[in-house]
């Protein structure tokens, strides 16, 4: 459920608020020092800066959970950006009172566990029953962990494995160490990478089963060290990291290949043949090894065996990769297809942008580095990084011609010629978002062509900006509908944009 958000300097939600309780925010003796953030949704609030020897803040960033209020500064004669991080203050008046935004250690850890285990931009980006589900799951699967523990202990003592002496010395412990090793492993990797999971399924599917396969590669060589718990453990634990990182990869990265397969909204059923086609699978693999272990059981046949299965094994996952040609708008296909869209009126099928070779592996990757000139939902300290030297100008004409969007663009000049950053608001939808890669696309061809006259300018000076900015604002709007309705005829997905999401989004301040 998407909850409708309003930021204001602090960050305060007014719904159910007095004017009293917000007095101490919002009211000021020099009405003309005022200040508004961008907001689609609500109405803008005006904020005043109290303390006027501060500079007032163009931007509120929120990451991970957490706020970054960022500022302009000038230090040493030369221009730069201050950034305050605070932690987003309790939207629920307490006792007549609302909690002040403040930076402490309790938020920076939250923040952090928030990215490892929560979805990016939670609550607002999953379902209302998200909570208590998976509350009710986490109390499940620790207590079928638990018997899952008793169970391999009881077999291994049945077929003959002592669990007498000390409790690290059981089989049985040493098997869980193993397996606990790679849950943590697999924590951290989740945490790093899970944003990459929608913008490169299949890069990382692949990568998957590479690790995978060399953390069997690691297990097997158990029988060429010497036998001991320690052995043990270094050689079990190190390959099953490798082995369960490589199953977390495919289970989610399989969960969305499902949804793709499913074409008249038979997820359940789809998701259950394709268990029934791996149950067979597993058997006629479980023959199979079991018949080659009637041959030999020495490292150097286990070798020789695993040296000739695992290249098989990643030339199949290659090319399923390959045969599952999903029309998915990932980013290096968006940013084609619009510029497409703006400079030909026309735009191609999978099928023709696969055969024309526009886009890199898999259409997860630009072919060319040239071809990178959008970057959506960066940080805004990283947008501004265009130069030694800041011009804050360039921002407020963004900000203003953007007042009314739930995105803003802010072109500018790279060492690979024009491009354009996107920043999205906490309200920004799909359909805010794909608006957005085409108006940039629109800017971008102003920006090269120049399409506007204005004398004495270039298009890197505020004046044309604006100009370029405004003009193609209009066209954004009036002929949105119809790229999309172009997208979708030719067979492309609308339904979902396929980038690297981190979470970044932000509001920006503008004039009355």
Same mark, same amino acid.
Request: charged share 15%.
């Given at each position: 459920m998407r909850r409708q958000l309003c930021t204001q300097l602090p960050r305060l939600c007014t719904r159910g608020c007095t004017q009293r309780l917000l007095a101490a925010y919002t009211s000021t003796s020099t009405p003309r020092q005022s200040l508004r953030f961008q907001s689609s949704d609500v109405r803008a609030r005006s904020v005043r800066d109290a303390e006027t020897s501060k500079s007032r803040p163009f931007a509120i960033e929120r990451v991970g959970g957490r706020e970054c209020r960022i500022s302009w500064s000038e230090e040493d004669g030369t221009s730069g950006v201050r950034k305050e991080w605070q932690d987003i203050a309790s939207a629920l008046p307490e006792n007549g009172k609302i909690a002040a935004p403040t930076n402490t250690w309790t938020g920076r850890t939250l923040s952090w566990l928030g990215q490892m285990f929560l979805p990016t931009n939670f609550p607002h980006s999953v379902h209302r029953s998200y909570i208590p589900f998976h509350l009710l799951q986490f109390f499940e699967t620790t207590l079928a962990t638990v018997t899952s523990v008793l169970c391999n202990q009881a077999l291994l003592t049945s077929v003959g494995v002592s669990a007498e002496g000390s409790i690290f010395g059981a089989v049985a412990v040493?098997?869980?160490?193993? +397996? /606990?090793? %790679?849950?943590?492993?697999? =924590? $951290? $990797?989740?945490?790093?990478?899970?944003?990459?999971?929608?913008?490169?399924?299949?890069? =990382?599917?692949? $990568? *998957?089963?590479?690790?995978?396969? =060399? /953390?069997? %590669? =690691?297990?097997?060589?158990?029988?060429? #060290?010497?036998?001991?718990?320690?052995?043990?453990? #270094?050689?079990?634990?190190? %390959?099953?990291?490798?082995?369960?990182? *490589?199953?977390? #990869?495919?289970?989610?990265?399989?969960?969305?290949?499902?949804?793709?397969?499913?074409?008249?909204?038979?997820?359940?059923?789809?998701?259950?043949? +394709?268990?029934?086609?791996?149950?067979?699978?597993?058997?006629?693999?479980?023959?199979? *090894? #079991?018949?080659?272990?009637?041959?030999?059981?020495?490292?150097a046949y286990l070798y020789s065996i695993f040296f000739l299965a695992v290249p098989l094994h990643l030339t199949m996952t290659a090319y399923m990769m390959r045969v599952a040609t999903f029309e998915l708008l990932t980013l290096p296909r968006i940013s084609g297809l619009a510029q497409e869209y703006v400079t030909r009126g026309e735009l191609p099928s999978l099928e023709e942008l696969d055969k024309a070779n526009r886009t890199g592996l898999f259409g997860e990757f630009y072919k060319e580095k040239s071809d990178r000139w959008l970057t959506l939902a960066p940080r805004v300290g990283e947008a501004l990084k265009g130069g030694d030297d800041l011009d804050p100008e360039r921002w407020r004409v963004c900000a203003e011609i953007f007042k009314h969007d739930r995105y803003m663009l802010f072109p500018q000049e790279s060492h690979r010629g024009h491009a354009v950053s996107v920043f999205f608001h906490p309200d920004a939808s799909s359909d805010d978002m794909l608006r957005s890669i085409f108006h940039a696309a629109l800017v971008r061809d102003a920006l090269q062509h120049q399409h506007w006259s204005v004398a004495a300018d270039s298009p890197t000076t505020p004046t044309f900006l604006q100009s370029a900015l405004a003009k193609t604002h209009q066209r954004a709007k009036d002929d949105f509908t119809s790229f999309k309705e172009t997208l979708e005829s030719r067979g492309w997905r609308t339904d979902e944009l396929c980038f690297a999401d981190h979470g970044h989004r932000v509001t920006w301040a503008h004039g009355d």
């Open positions: 040493q098997w869980i160490i193993k +397996d /606990g090793a %790679g849950e943590v492993a697999k =924590l $951290f $990797f989740i945490r790093r990478f899970s944003p990459y999971f929608d913008s490169h399924p299949k890069t =990382l599917t692949l $990568f *998957g089963e590479v690790i995978g396969c =060399l /953390g069997s %590669g =690691l297990q097997i060589a158990t029988l060429l #060290i010497a036998p001991s718990p320690g052995n043990f453990l #270094i050689c079990a634990a190190g %390959g099953n990291i490798f082995k369960l990182v *490589g199953n977390a #990869i495919w289970f989610t990265t399989h969960i969305k290949f499902i949804r793709y397969f499913s074409e008249q909204g038979n997820t359940g059923d789809v998701a259950a043949k +394709d268990e029934s086609q791996a149950s067979i699978a597993q058997l006629v693999g479980y023959a199979s *090894g #079991i018949s080659l272990l009637t041959f030999s059981h020495t490292p």
